[in-house]
């Protein structure tokens, strides 16, 4: 019979087997994709599929960055603006909003709590027909102004339930102390609070960036002229033009998603390190 220590031993060998055929499941399409932005149009349209490039060529992302081709830096660039500004907007209204529901005590406040729950009910397609009212009224249609204010709408309720839970993990007695020594409510909020939740605030500003970044069905209707488009309004744009190669379809894609995955990458340190910060402040 195995002893308890070559029963452990199979015990992570099997774990880790299990999570690097997972991992390769998921990622194989990725690879996929990777491999076919290098490949030459002949051999990515063959009818003999190959996984690793025959024919290594750089072309198809040397097209994607041709503005008669596709504008690749003009979509990346309003792209990057309405990311941005959407996620500021929201993480900063979004911790005024967690914080009042937070700690200060008003009449509602148990019933907004519980009504954040019903945001994730519905489908962001119901939104669609008021937003685009709002919007037409505003005389805003078909700016990158109109899809800021949409992704805002999106992505600051799920931002002010965040950060709730966030300023709840922060003991009271902090606020109380910073009370007594004279502060108000808004020098508490971003010289006490904001600080010690610095990790829920990256990992909120992450979302909501995620979300602005990837978005194609609201660019997609509050946006019309090309010049407005979006990264993954000008993909699909591109689908319908004579430009339409499979290997250049796959380089655009890696390169729309390299920004959210360096994203990821750096913030993950922040928030490493704003936890262990916090945790010593506390």
Not at 29 to 49: C, D, H
Not at 79 to 91: E, G, R
Not at 146 to 165: E, G, N, R, Y
Not at 171 to 185: C, F, Q, T
Request: net charge neutral.
């Amino acid at each position: 019979m195995a002893t308890a220590n070559q029963r452990r031993l199979l015990g992570r060998i099997g774990f880790y087997t299990g999570m690097v055929s997972f991992l390769g499941f998921i990622l194989f399409p990725l690879f996929i994709m990777l491999m076919t932005s290098f490949k030459v149009t002949k051999e990515a349209i063959s009818r003999t599929p190959t996984i690793m490039p025959q024919e290594w060529t750089l072309q198809h992302y040397i097209d994607i960055f041709n503005p008669d081709i596709f504008p690749f830096l003009e979509y990346f660039k309003n792209s990057m603006t309405t990311s941005v500004i959407a996620s500021v907007i929201s993480v900063f209204i979004g911790i005024l909003g967690a914080y009042a529901l937070s700690r200060l005590k008003f009449k509602g406040r148990v019933t907004i709590n519980t009504s954040f729950y019903t945001v994730y009910m519905f489908s962001g397609v119901l939104l669609v027909v008021p937003l685009f009212k709002i919007i037409s009224a505003m005389g805003i249609y078909d700016t990158l102004t109109a899809l800021v204010v949409t992704m805002v709408v999106q992505t600051l309720p799920t931002a002010i339930f965040m950060l709730k839970s966030y300023f709840d993990t922060i003991p009271d007695e902090i606020e109380e102390a910073a009370m007594m020594d004279g502060l108000n409510r808004f020098q508490i909020i971003f010289y006490i609070t904001v600080p010690l939740a610095v990790s829920g605030i990256i990992s909120v500003f992450v979302y909501c960036f995620m979300v602005a970044w990837n978005d194609f069905l609201f660019a997609s209707i509050f946006l019309s002229s090309s010049d407005n488009f979006t990264l993954p309004v000008g993909l699909n744009a591109l689908f319908s033009t004579p430009d339409y190669i499979w290997g250049r379809m796959m380089a655009v894609s890696i390169i729309t998603a390299l920004p959210v995955v360096l994203m990821y990458a750096f913030s993950e340190r922040f928030i490493k390190g704003g936890a262990t910060a916090g945790g010593v402040k506390g």
